[in-house]
């Protein structure tokens, strides 16, 4: 066997020195499922639910941790894998307030949850991440619901104070991504594990609302949480996955170009997230680009030109407003030199179209006055 070889479910599979075995299979296009492991961060190892059996080793194997090794025996869906990813499944389900469909387990019951959910989406028995929850998905992957242990009595642990985010830790199961998000990824350092045992929970300035603590918002915690522990404000019930579209655009604010993914549902943008695999933001977004879309369906935006006559604006056609401005321009270029006037772009226009305006300005007009509106 070469040098940097395993078994994988019964396949020599390849890997490079240094990968787990979660990335070495994921290569090979093996799945395995995680819950904690959040792309470009520390392993942490925190819920369990990737476990492989390795012969020879003593216990179950967390794969998002466990490096690869050369002739290593490795066993992604083997019976005892499933029996623990099962148990690991019902402790979490049982952790919290899942209420969702997982907790419907037998035929009556969830025939009587989907009526209810028909009628009313906006029901408290439908957790907002309904339809969109990693748990929710693998406890019908692994066909298991709640009831072999114990819930806690506790209903929701809503914060509800906070102007972009809703978090509610009665549905956190304490993968800690959301800490990886903040910490590793986008560095704000807002949010941590707080308490002990039993009692930990996600934190923020010593266990205060975010409004109180660092956060700056920018809901990459928010696109991180595997469950509905946090969720957008704006989005909430609104949204339902199976009914939104998503559209791949480029972020309209700054120039970077950070590229998103636009969730639209009925015409209407209803959610934005980050596209994990895209540069330059590989996922990440700011508070604007992920949280301001509204600007769109404002009845004071703009849509037509404006011309002013006196005190007063009226509209235009872009035509008319074009041959305006270059006749205008023309005039104090003839009157004055083309130093005599000078462009400002907008900021939230992107790279190409700032290119173009400086393009017009330095070689066709002849000045290099040129600016861009730094405020956005
Ligand atoms: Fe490996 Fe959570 S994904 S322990």
């Known amino acids: 066997m070469a040098a940097d070889v395993f078994t994988l479910n019964g396949r020599e599979t390849p890997f490079t020195p240094g990968q787990t075995i979660l990335e070495a299979a994921g290569a090979a296009g093996v799945r395995i499922p995680t819950l904690c492991h959040l792309e470009g961060t520390l392993p942490t190892g925190a819920c369990r639910i990737c476990v492989v059996e390795v012969e020879g080793a003593r216990t179950l194997l967390a794969a998002c941790t466990t ?10 869906e083997s019976p005892r894998v499933v029996a623990a990813r099962k148990t690991i499944l019902e402790l979490l389900l049982a952790s919290g ?11 009556a019951r969830w025939t009587d949850f989907q009526l209810r959910v028909a009628q009313t989406e906006k029901t408290a028995d439908l957790c907002p991440a309904w339809g969109d929850c990693r748990l929710q998905e693998l406890a019908f992957q692994y066909q298991v619901h709640a009831g072999t242990y114990a819930p806690p009595d506790a209903g929701p642990d809503l914060e509800d104070v906070n102007p972009m985010i809703v978090r509610d830790l009665s549905r956190c199961i304490l993968c800690g991504r959301c800490v990886k998000a903040c910490n590793e990824v ?3 350092k807002a949010i941590s594990f707080g308490y002990r045992g039993s009692r930990t929970r996600i934190v923020a300035a010593g266990d205060r609302p975010l409004i109180e603590s660092d956060c700056v918002f920018c809901g990459e915690c928010v696109q991180a949480c595997p469950v509905g522990a946090l969720v957008e404000r704006k989005a909430g019930y609104a949204w339902r996955p199976w009914k939104a579209e998503r559209i791949r655009t480029t972020c309209p604010y700054c120039g970077v170009g950070c590229q998103q993914w636009l969730h639209v549902q009925d015409g209407k ?32 935006r703009l849509r037509t030109p404006l011309i002013r006559e006196g005190e007063d604006f009226r509209e235009a056609s872009w035509d008319e407003a074009l041959d305006l401005v270059a006749e205008r321009l023309k005039a104090v270029i003839a009157a004055h030199g083309p130093d005599a006037v000078a462009g400002v772009s907008c900021a939230r226009s992107i790279n190409e179209d700032s290119y173009q305006m400086q393009k017009l300005f330095r070689a066709a007009i002849g000045t290099n006055n040129i600016d861009h509106c730094a405020r956005t």
Do not use: W
């Open 186 to 188: 986008q560095v704000n």
């Open 269 to 300: 943008i209803v959610k934005v997230t980050g596209v994990e695999e895209a540069a330059p933001n590989r996922g990440r977004l700011c508070v604007k680009g992920r949280f301001g879309y509204d600007f769109i369906y404002s009845p004071d």
């Open 67 to 76: 490096p690869a090794a050369a002739g290593m025996q490795v066993h992604t």
């Open 97 to 107: 307030n899942h209420n969702c469909a997982a907790v419907a387990g037998d035929g």
